[in-house]
């Protein structure tokens, strides 16, 4: 079965410093992807990065970077210069790709910005 | 244009009444689903449909009904509404992994 855990309950960063959220994932699939999303306090679910299982790369959007090390089965996101609106829940998830796509999430981590 | 729109945003009601959330997508994505996000923020999926076809119901009670009129559409009808099903969901869609996207959720109050 997939599973992702975030064991960071909730950080704190200074505005303008770099943050990495972690992520560890479990699965026996050799194909899957790794997923972070952003929930503000306006609720809504907004797509930040996303790492294929077989990407060679590590992924990139903008500010946000995935460190995928896959053999640790790891998947941090790393916010560079953090921004007060950066402050929000952040979710990692897994998709399976053998069919579904569903997402399966983890419990999620809150991140405060500081001015 | 919003590209997966949910409605409504809000919704309070009575224990015991019947309700519907509806779901629109123009993304032309083949793949809808509903997720369930509960008062400790974790999201759990409940549904998916492929072109129209129900391929995941994850344990849901029976009182939950999807019904995908068209592959664009995805609505969530509730039965006999319980205090627990108050919640956030979520309406999202994809066309392959990379490609998810959700509505902005409807809370569910249940009083």
Same mark, same amino acid.
């Given at each position: 079965?997939?599973?992702?855990?975030?064991?960071?309950?909730?950080?704190?960063?200074?505005?303008?410093?770099?943050?990495?959220?972690?992520?560890?994932?479990?699965?026996?699939?050799?194909? $899957?992807?790794?997923?972070?999303?952003?929930?503000?306090?306006?609720?809504?679910?907004?797509?930040?990065?996303?790492?294929?299982?077989?990407?060679?790369?590590?992924?990139?959007?903008?500010? $946000?970077?995935?460190?995928?090390?896959?053999?640790?089965?790891?998947?941090?996101?790393?916010?560079?210069?953090?921004?007060?609106?950066?402050?929000?829940?952040?979710?990692?998830?897994?998709?399976?790709?053998?069919?579904?796509?569903?997402?399966?999430?983890?419990?999620?981590?809150?991140?405060?910005?500081?001015? | 244009?919003?590209?997966?729109?949910?409605?409504?945003?809000?919704?309070?009601?009575? @224990?015991?009444?019947?309700?519907?959330?509806?779901?629109?997508?123009?993304?032309?994505? +083949?793949? @809808?689903?509903?997720?369930?996000? +509960?008062?400790?923020?974790?999201?759990?999926? @409940?549904?998916?449909?492929?072109?129209?076809?129900?391929?995941?119901?994850?344990?849901?009670?029976?009182?939950?009904?999807?019904?995908?009129? +068209?592959?664009?559409?995805?609505?969530?009808?509730?039965?006999?509404?319980?205090?627990? +099903?108050?919640?956030?969901?979520?309406?999202?869609?994809?066309?392959?992994?990379?490609?998810?996207?959700?509505?902005?959720?409807?809370?569910?109050?249940?009083?």
């Amino acid at each position: 079965a997939q599973k992702i855990t975030q064991t960071q309950p909730g950080m704190f960063v200074q505005e303008k410093e770099a943050v990495t959220l972690d992520c560890t994932y479990d699965t026996s699939d050799p194909s $899957y992807g790794l997923f972070w999303y952003k929930q503000p306090s306006s609720g809504e679910m907004i797509f930040l990065i996303y790492q294929g299982s077989y990407d060679q790369q590590n992924a990139t959007e903008g500010r $946000y970077s995935l460190n995928f090390q896959k053999a640790r089965k790891s998947a941090n996101l790393v916010i560079s210069a953090s921004q007060l609106g950066d402050s929000a829940m952040y979710f990692c998830a897994m998709s399976y790709q053998g069919g579904s796509e569903k997402l399966v999430f983890g419990k999620g981590m809150k991140l405060t910005v500081n001015p | 244009d919003t590209a997966v729109s949910q409605t409504p945003k809000y919704l309070v009601t009575q @224990m015991g009444n019947d309700k519907s959330i509806k779901c629109e997508q123009n993304l032309g994505h +083949d793949t @809808m689903y509903w997720y369930k996000q +509960d008062s400790k923020k974790f999201l759990k999926i @409940m549904f998916s449909y492929n072109n129209k076809e129900l391929i995941i119901n994850e344990t849901v009670p029976n009182r939950f009904s999807p019904k995908s009129p +068209d592959k664009a559409h995805l609505n969530l009808h509730i039965n006999s509404l319980e205090l627990g +099903d108050s919640a956030v969901y979520f309406c999202a869609s994809s066309q392959a992994a990379r490609g998810y996207t959700f509505g902005s959720g409807t809370r569910l109050t249940v009083v």
